[in-house]
């Protein structure tokens, strides 16, 4: 039987640091009543973050609006069509100044959307003077919404904007027309990777995980976080301590289950990570961590047998890493793809490791009760991911 592994203290610890290592995205908006920027960031966003309450105010006309485990925050500019506006502007730009000298860099705004509405095929002075200071401070992208034809209006926006990085056409929603079509929603990909590639490298992880138009993205950056942890573990094969390895590998699934779940928006706690590391150990990677409890016992015998332990566990670490987090993102991306996607909830994702990975297995077992479990799993597995399914159309 393996020793059981001291993993507690240290997972609230590694948690916190996946959160650390994400970062925090922040959008400044600038737009007319009516251009639709509401419906703009819900499209774009997880949490419904437009619909959280009035917003809190920062500076006279400007709120902003956040949401507990959703690592944005949006910065809302109002006044646009007010008289006292160059006063009103001036407050924000301090307000933008001194937010960007802060030593945290999660507290500076990073990136400005400037949104016009296609329909009106007009552009305001305050709208240019605003992406004007903005550009001063911060990269700003164009924005025009309601987009439904261009007739040569994003050329004009682009003339006129010279400070945009880029100018985007974009429709948000479905609109069903009196005829009986329907234009559907586009651009969204395109303005979430121009977005994306405007932030600092220390907030993009944040940007992608908050936003839900692109999955791709998220899975993308999970697999990078699997690879590097899969580098992590082949540090644990050097030690001569027997076990030892068996420790060391459980903390880098740890942090590797918490990296992966800050990456796709999710916010890891203790708790959580403890439940996926008792889900995801037992199976796909059984025999695997088998052939680690044999390695360290291998370190038991002095001399050759602790250069046998870490050949093999050099071996084995990395594959049985790899193993279980490729699981881990693919599942997370099935999750998502079910939830349109917005964030499920962490009952949720431990229920779907459970159902796909089976349960940790404690102790020696027959290959009878091996087989036995394998088929379980496969039959659980199936029937979980249907259950999942009509979840959450029942949700819908």
């Not at 076990?243 to 740890?254: I, K, N, P, S």
């Not at 987090?325 to 009952?347: D, F, K």
Request: net charge positive; glycine share 8%.
């Amino acid at each position: 039987m393996s020793p059981k592994l001291p993993l507690g203290p240290a997972i609230e610890t590694v948690a916190n640091e996946a959160l650390r290592e994400r970062g925090h995205a922040n959008v400044f908006l600038v737009g007319r009543a009516g251009v639709g920027k509401s419906t703009l960031v819900n499209a774009v966003f997880d949490g419904n973050l437009a619909r959280v309450g009035q917003g809190r105010p920062v500076t006279r006309q400007t709120r902003v609006y956040s949401r507990p485990g959703i690592p944005l925050s949006l910065y809302d500019n109002r006044g646009l069509e007010m008289a006292e506006f160059k006063a009103i502007m001036a407050d924000q730009e301090r307000f933008i100044r001194e937010a960007n000298n802060d030593s945290d860099a999660n507290r500076h705004i990073h990136v400005g959307w400037v949104c016009i509405p296609e329909d009106l095929r007009r552009i305001e002075d305050a709208e240019i003077d605003m992406a004007r200071m903005l550009a001063r401070h911060m990269p700003v992208i164009a924005v025009i919404t309601k987009a439904r034809a261009d007739g040569g209006f994003q050329k004009a926006v682009r003339k006129l904007l010279p400070q945009a990085r880029a100018v985007i056409r974009v429709r948000a929603m479905r609109e069903e027309l009196d005829d009986g079509h329907a234009l559907e929603p586009f651009g969204l990909d395109d303005l979430v990777a121009a977005t994306g590639e405007l932030f600092p490298e220390g907030q993009r992880l944040a940007f992608v995980a908050a936003q839900k138009v692109d999955l791709e993205l998220k899975r993308n950056a999970a697999r990078g976080i699997v690879t590097r942890h899969a580098f992590y573990s082949l540090g644990n094969a050097a030690n001569p301590l027997p076990f030892a390895d068996q420790a060391g590998l459980g903390m880098v699934l740890v942090s590797m289950f918490a990296g992966v779940s800050a990456a796709f928006g999710l916010s890891p706690s203790a708790q959580m990570l403890s439940a996926f590391l008792a889900a995801a150990v037992g199976t796909p990677a059984t025999t695997l961590t088998a052939s680690l409890v044999a390695a360290s016992l291998l370190k038991c015998i002095p001399g050759i047998g602790t250069i046998a332990g870490q050949a093999i566990n050099a071996a084995v670490g990395p594959l049985a890493t790899t193993t279980i987090g490729i699981a881990y993102v693919e599942l997370l991306y099935r999750l998502y793809v079910l939830h349109a996607g917005a964030s499920p909830g962490s009952a949720e994702v431990v229920q779907a490791l459970r159902e796909d990975f089976g349960t940790l297995i404690a102790g020696d077992e027959s290959d009878e009760s091996s087989a036995t479990r394998k088929t379980g799993r496969a039959t659980r597995s199936r029937s979980g991911t249907a259950r999942r399914r009509k979840r959450a159309a029942a949700a819908s």
